[in-house]
């Protein structure tokens, strides 16, 4: 994969990004081992990508980032404090029926009551959708701060669609006037061919208090 | 004797957080790798006494170059350091001959016990 794409080197030097993404690897690491203890499941992890975009050009960001036709749910997450955005989670559709199994909601495997079953479905995958989204990334974001040495509010996790290929409605939920740094992780859930994409997007305002904690935290380990 | 140390991580963040946690007062000689295949590639040509591997890697991952160095030196001393702390990849690691695993970022003492570590081994190896 290509490591150096787009154009955050009018914003962030080489070895600020670089920082940020190995910030990025160990804070998915972690908390995909912060899963694998709750709900016993292993994800294959992928080298994190870090890019700078609009806002308003997430609509095409993701199309890049997503199978075409690939129908996704999302959830996200705000944080605040000096480290300051969003955490969005997609998955495909599919993933709650296999991932209910490590939850145990085997009710959703279930054939029978099928008229009450819809509406228990909705509720359970959104629902799902919602605990391991609230795990990856909570885990994340709250490993990404303890590493830059800061702390972060979180508000509750929300279910941002259930079941779409289009994410134009994203766009609402964020000031397109800003720049968003976005750290991407493809990742997989191990035997069950579910292919997940996780993004931590931080804007404007964060961008001066995370250059300098990004070289406090190299500087910890200078001679 | 631990002489040459190679480190292999694509990101170069990595590599220089490692490479000043190694102690400086034992005259090693550190070499770096970028990826899986270009560490299997210099572990043939420098024979390091002490490799540490990354496992998410763009390409050839450090599953795969841990267990090709494995099977080219069964004495290969690797020590895998790593993001991906899940209990499958560390079973997975240390199935295929890895040293010991250390979770990144490691700090300097955690780097110099696992060195000294691996000494003892090498000497034990060696009878």
């Known amino acids: ?223 | 004797m631990i002489r040459k140390i190679l480190i292999v991580d694509d990101s170069p963040v990595a590599r220089k957080m490692l490479k000043n946690s190694i102690p400086k007062n034992k005259g090693y000689e550190i070499f770096e790798a970028t990826d899986g295949q270009d560490g299997i590639k210099k572990y043939q040509m420098l024979k390091p006494d002490v490799v540490f591997m990354d496992l998410t890697m763009p390409g050839v991952d450090g599953y795969t170059a841990l267990e090709e160095i494995r099977s080219l030196d069964g004495n290969a001393m690797v020590i895998v350091t790593t993001a991906d702390v899940q209990p499958k990849s560390i079973s997975t690691v240390m199935e295929r001959g890895a040293f010991t695993l250390l979770k990144k970022p490691a700090k300097a003492n955690i780097i110099e016990e696992a060195l000294n570590k691996a000494e003892l081994a090498i000497k034990e190896n060696n009878g």
Request: negative net charge; proline residues 3%.
């Open chain 1, 1 to 223: 994969m290509d490591n150096h794409p787009g154009n955050s080197d009018s914003f962030f030097s080489g070895e600020e990004r670089d920082i940020l993404q190995e910030v990025m690897n160990i804070a998915f690491g972690n908390a995909t081992a912060d899963l694998a203890e709750l709900i016993d499941i292993h994800t294959v992890l992928s080298v994190p990508d870090i890019r700078l975009i609009d806002f308003d050009e997430l609509t095409d960001y993701l199309k890049e980032s997503i199978p075409q036709n690939q129908v996704n749910s999302v959830a996200g997450q705000k944080f605040w404090g000096d480290f300051n955005g969003s955490g969005l989670l997609f998955l495909p559709s599919g993933s709650e029926r296999a991932l209910s199994k490590f939850l145990n909601l085997s009710r959703l495997d279930s054939p029978v009551e099928v008229g009450i079953v819809k509406d228990l479905d909705d509720t359970m995958k959104s629902g799902l959708l919602l605990e391991i989204s609230n795990i990856l990334i909570g885990a994340c974001v709250g490993k990404i701060s303890d590493l830059l040495d800061t702390m972060v509010s979180y508000t509750p996790p929300e279910l941002l669609s259930l079941e779409k290929t289009d994410y134009s409605f994203l766009i609402k939920h964020f000031d397109t006037e800003q720049r968003a740094i976005v750290m991407k992780t493809l990742f997989q859930f191990d035997q069950q061919n579910i292919n997940g994409l996780l993004l931590i997007m931080t804007n404007d305002k964060s961008i001066d208090w995370l250059k300098k904690a990004l070289h406090a935290f190299l500087n910890a380990y200078e001679n």
